[in-house]
Nanobody, 122 residues
Framework: QVQLVESGGGLVQAGGSLRLSCAAS????????MAWYRQPPGKQRDLVAR???????DYTDSVKGRFTISRDDAKNTVYLQMDSLGPEDTAVYYC????????????????WGQGTQVTVSS
């Protein structure tokens, strides 16, 4: 079963930057949607940013101009560059994939990463 492995979370001061990475555990291709969600303490999980096959992107309003999502299809990896971080960005960040091809078959399935903690101190 394909798994997503996240890295790059941690503790940073307000105004600082972090870069999250998420890679698939096996070779998959033509990933339709790659995205990052986040879940602050005591709140629901919400979409932060997503990038589609072809490269188009969209972001939640609160991160526009500060966060950048990108993907490297050759490495089956999605990144989230986070700049000008504030305490309101503190959350567990989850990687998400929807729709992928492996072993010659297309799977219109969702895959979630295990989550990585991002903590921004004021």
């Amino acid at each position: 079963q394909v798994q997503l492995v996240e890295s790059g979370g941690g503790l940073v001061q307000a105004g600082g930057s972090l870069r999250l990475s998420c890679a698939a555990s096996e070779i998959i291709s033509r990933i339709v949607t790659m995205a990052w969600y986040r879940q602050p303490p005591g709140k629901q999980r919400d979409l932060v940013a997503r990038i589609f096959l072809g490269g188009s992107t969209d972001y939640t309003d609160s991160v526009k101009g500060r966060f950048t999502i990108s993907r490297d299809d050759a490495k089956n990896t999605v990144y989230l560059q986070m700049d000008s971080l504030g305490p309101e960005d503190t959350a567990v960040y989850y990687c998400y994939v929807n729709g992928y091809t492996t072993g010659g078959h297309f799977y219109p399935s969702d895959i979630w990463g295990q989550g990585t903690q991002v903590t921004v101190s004021s």
